[in-house]
């Protein structure tokens, strides 16, 4: 610097270098003109792109407040309409929001009924008449309340609420969730650059509601109007429908800038504000420095254009931070990682994995949360080195990741995801010596390039609700089917207790048919679901879920009794005793008090015990045999007859017709599934079979009998009774009365 400014000395003192000098000099003054034009043009447009920017960062934070309000909005919507669909009882409902309160760290949800009395699922009660979304939702409407103080513990706090309708659609309480305001106060966080400013919520009219934890201490802004004193906007100078920026002056003489967005589930608009000079200063500066350039030299106006554009892109860099970074590790969130997903030009190529840490919170609590947010940088520093170019990772929330990696056979990513979870452990291994800790990994694989990211990132984390395994690395890919087959699933069983009480259970009976003479005086008693919107449902479907759940020993027992109530009215009405057997599972046999309960019910109706027949299977025997013996002893002692079903099916047929109290063997329908192959020894091993139970004293019953040629091996070798739709279907207990009860001889 010091060289230049000596030979700029020597130069003056040349008449050749002073006329060249001036004319630099006047040719500089032609270039600074046309500078100076091109300056405040440039510096219109940098502010016009600072508009934009800090337009979108507003937009951007409605949109996180609005899909928060809607995410609540639709899960409160989902719990309205099991309860108006008597999906959930009075028993278990407060049950059922006080877990749910505790999984989605919400304070607690509630119902309301139409006096305004208000009971929650943490066992609170008060009185919500006078509140406005009460009030609101009454009316049928969704409603988000201003700021409120909790009549529990004085807290600030927002509520949600929609209406329950009854069957006719007229609103009978209203179902509300409470949560505290500063769930909404951390989203505001994240749109105040970094403590240059503050955020908050307004309405419509101008009145604020919510302010962000960076707010100062002494502000006392009530109405939009309070934060500037010349009057430089009001709320009619707010277009309240969408979004804008707004410079005014604060009641400190201070310019500021304001930037808004409309919310769009409510009338809310969110705000940020911050000192103008915040935005500005670099650029004024610059600005001034570029009017002094022009006397230095021409070259200096070029490094001065080059500035602008370095400052245009630092500035765009700096908000572009406050929008899509993440806090603690310092790279890109979840916003961004959406965005550039669906930059993707095929994004089907790619698998969404979710990706989080077992136990995390316990993890936090022994070792402090330094020693855990060093975990979640490392974890993502290891992504970094990981991922390949093309891939994407960050922090969704928490301890919770997201990766975008491309597709590779199964095993292949499972062998990577397994390298990436040694390489985080060696890596956090040199900063903190913790115990082992452990990982799930939820894998969507995305056909559709179009695909809602954010949705797939939800059933990704879906796919590990049922990993419970807490010492090892879990990978588990997301299924579609067995997804809807589970929701399917949990609707059948939650639909229980509404089936049961309201008779949509029915009975069904499988005539058994007397192989001499074709009459029928028996049969097998069987269950059907008759839903009234969804028709039939087939047993498949269903049984198995309440053998799971133990609803099957109540089912079976409700069927029995509606059969007894059937065959003792035929006695008495028409002097004929007909002869039923029930299956019994081995879910429930055993339970204390089953078999006293079916007892009891033969003996209530007055039903002769002997006409009652016990189906068990041979899988039941496997491993409780003497359990097994005691029951059915105690049943024969009753008088109610033991039925041996799918005779064959297993691998000790024989053993049990030696061990236990048999009266009547089924014979398996598989026997009867023959070809060409195998059809010679069938028939043998059937035949023997009858042969034998005869000589132990043993009826027969053959099951799945569908051709002629099968009845008529049956008869020849004196089989007892054929169930089968050679003659009859399953068919409801009413049919079977008129076909074989009224005035019919057996």
């Not at 604020?208 to 707010?215: A, E, K, P, Q, V």
């Not at 500066?285 to 001065?304: D, K, M, N, P």
Request: net charge negative; hydrophobic share 35%; aromatic share 12%.
């Amino acid at each position: 610097m010091y060289n230049s400014i000596g030979k700029c000395g020597e130069i003056m003192k040349s008449p050749l270098m002073r006329k060249s000098i001036i004319i630099t000099i006047l040719s500089l003054v032609v270039f600074a003109s046309a500078a100076t034009i091109y300056i405040q043009i440039l510096s219109q447009n940098i502010y016009n792109e600072t508009d934009s920017y800090l337009n979108k960062i507003a937009i951007q934070t409605s949109d996180a407040i609005n899909s928060r309000i809607q995410e609540n909005l639709t899960q409160l919507k989902t719990i309205s309409l099991l309860i108006e669909e008597n999906k959930m009882t009075n028993d278990n409902i407060f049950e059922y929001l006080h877990d749910l309160a505790i999984k989605v760290n919400n304070k607690r949800f509630g119902i309301i009924d139409m006096n305004g009395n208000a009971k929650t699922s943490d066992g609170k009660s008060f009185n919500a008449s006078e509140r406005e979304y009460f009030q609101q939702s009454i009316l049928g409407k969704n409603a988000i309340s201003n700021v409120l103080r909790d009549v529990v513990d004085n807290q600030e706090i927002n509520v949600l609420s929609v209406p329950i309708y009854n069957k006719e659609q007229k609103v009978v309480s209203v179902l509300f969730s409470t949560f505290s305001t500063n769930k909404f106060a951390e989203i505001l966080n994240n749109a105040s650059f970094n403590s240059g400013g503050y955020s908050f919520i307004f309405n419509e009219h101008g009145k604020t509601i919510i302010f962000s934890n960076d707010t100062p201490t002494d502000n006392n802004v009530t109405q939009i109007q309070d934060i500037n004193t010349n009057q430089d906007f009001n709320i009619k100078s707010i277009d309240t429908k969408g979004s804008g920026v707004i410079q005014f002056t604060d009641q400190k003489g201070n310019k500021n800038y304001l930037t808004y967005a409309n919310i769009k589930s409510n009338d809310w608009l969110v705000a940020s504000i911050f000192p103008k000079e915040y935005v500005t200063q670099e650029i004024n500066g610059f600005i001034q420095t570029a009017y002094i350039t022009w006397l230095i030299v021409g070259v200096g106006s070029a490094l001065l254009i080059t500035a602008v554009y370095v400052l245009q892109k630092k500035r765009k860099m700096e908000i572009t931070k406050l929008a899509y970074e993440d806090p603690l590790t310092h790279h890109y969130n979840f916003n961004k990682f959406i965005e550039e997903a669906k930059n993707k030009k095929h994004l089907s190529q790619y698998l969404l994995i979710s990706c989080d840490m077992k136990e995390y919170k316990w993890f936090a609590e022994i070792y402090g949360e330094d020693t855990a947010h060093d975990l979640l940088i490392t974890i993502i520093e290891s992504m970094k080195d990981f991922c390949q170019n093309h891939e994407l990772y960050c922090r969704e929330s928490s301890d919770i990741f997201a990766l975008l990696l491309k597709k590779e056979e199964v095993e292949n990513i499972k062998d990577r995801l397994m390298s990436l979870t040694k390489m985080i452990r060696e890596n956090f291994m040199h900063k903190h010596q913790t115990t082992t800790y452990y990982f799930h990994f939820g894998i969507y694989s995305i056909e559709d390039n179009h695909m809602d990211i954010r949705n797939a990132f939800h059933k990704t984390n879906y796919a590990k609700v049922g990993l419970k395994e807490l010492s090892k690395d879990d990978i588990v890919y997301y299924q579609e089917q067995q997804y809807q087959e589970e929701l399917e699933a949990k609707q059948i069983e939650e639909e229980f207790n509404d089936a049961l009480l309201n008779e949509q259970f029915k009975v069904y009976i499988q005539p058994k048919t007397n192989v001499y003479d074709e009459s029928v005086s028996s049969g097998e008693i069987l269950t059907r679901w008759i839903h009234p919107n969804k028709g039939l449902i087939p047993p498949y479907r269903f049984i198995p879920l309440f053998e799971r759940n133990g609803s099957l020993e109540q089912l079976d027992i409700y069927i029995l009794e509606k059969s007894l109530q059937v065959i003792k009215r035929w006695k008495d009405l028409y002097h004929k005793e007909i002869s039923i057997s029930v299956n019994a599972s081995k879910t429930y046999l055993f339970n204390i008090g089953y078999v006293d309960k079916l007892v009891d019910l033969v003996k209530k109706y007055d039903i002769n015990p002997h006409s009652i027949q016990v189906e068990i299977t041979e899988e039941t025997a496997v491993k409780r045999k003497s359990e097994l013996i005691i029951v059915l002893n105690y049943l024969k002692k009753n008088g109610i007859k033991i039925a041996l079903d799918d005779f064959g099916s297993g691998y000790s047929s024989l053993n049990m017709l030696k061990d236990f109290p048999i009266d009547v063997v089924k014979i398996d329908q598989e026997f009867f599934k023959t070809n060409i192959h195998n059809q010679e020894k069938s028939n043998i091993i059937i035949k023997e079979v009858i042969e034998l139970c005869h000589q132990l004293g043993i009826d027969v019953v053959a099951e799945g009998v569908e051709t002629k040629e099968q009845r008529d091996f049956l008869k020849q070798y004196y089989c007892d009774y054929i169930q089968g739709f050679y003659y009859y279907k399953p068919m409801p207990i009413q049919e079977f009365e008129e076909k074989f009860v009224k005035d019919k001889s057996f």
